[in-house]
């Protein structure tokens, strides 16, 4: 009874333990920003970061990206809202978040990468920071500003974008304990990577879809004939 006891009580302080660790990892985002050499090293090399927190950062991003396109000023972005999905929008940024992990990951163990591809994942969403914060900032702001000073909020998202850019080439540097300009080859070569595999994925669908409408077609014809007979 007395060990029943005891257990139960280390159930919440585990937990509260857990959350705290989970607030830590998330807070050091902000860290990885400003210091993103030390900061990505620290990140997978010392146990910083954590899977929880990335997935919350691309959660996150996922809905400030939706709030950025619909509730952004109409003179500064303009949305059909009659096509908008945000099925697209969820694609549109985890579907290149997973095919550069698995791209990069692919191509880096023939280079002596050390990084697994959940430290690729997570190193991918802390760089997404910036531009998380920034278009967070940019939809009230464009409520504001005037036409004649839009140049602030294109500057401001293109400082969101760059920083982005340099923060991925600064991650797969610590996380594959690269050079520069090694990291910066495997990064453009990963790219270039996801878009063979894009294509070798769009080929494969066409041609499953052209066979699966062959066979339809096959079959409805055979049913024609039956009935006919």
Request: hydrophobic share 55%.
């Amino acid at each position: 009874m007395t060990a029943i006891k005891k257990r139960a009580g280390r159930a919440p302080n585990s937990t509260a333990l857990w959350f705290k660790n989970y607030l830590a990892s998330l807070r050091y985002s902000l860290y990885t920003m400003r210091r993103p050499l030390d900061g990505f090293w620290d990140l997978i090399h010392e146990k910083r970061g954590s899977m929880a927190a990335a997935h919350t950062i691309v959660v996150l991003f996922v809905l400030v990206q939706i709030v950025y396109l619909t509730q952004t000023n109409f003179t500064f972005i303009n949305i059909n809202m009659e096509t908008f999905s945000s099925v697209f929008v969820v694609m549109n940024i985890v579907g290149p978040l997973l095919l550069f992990s698995l791209a990069n990951w692919c191509l880096t163990t023939l280079f002596d990468g050390k990084g697994r591809i959940s430290d690729i994942y997570m190193g991918y969403a802390y760089a997404m920071v910036p531009q998380l914060i920034i278009r967070a900032i940019l939809t009230p702001l464009s409520h504001v500003v005037t036409y004649d000073e839009m140049m602030i909020l294109v500057l401001m998202w293109y400082i969101g974008e760059y920083w982005f850019y340099l923060l991925i080439l600064c991650a797969m540097k610590q996380i594959h304990d690269y050079s520069f300009g090694k990291a910066v080859i495997t990064t453009i070569l990963s790219l270039a990577a996801m878009g063979i595999m894009v294509f070798i994925f769009l080929m494969f669908f066409a041609v499953v879809s052209d066979g699966i409408a062959y066979f339809y077609s096959l079959g409805q014809e055979a049913l024609f004939r039956m009935r006919r007979g």
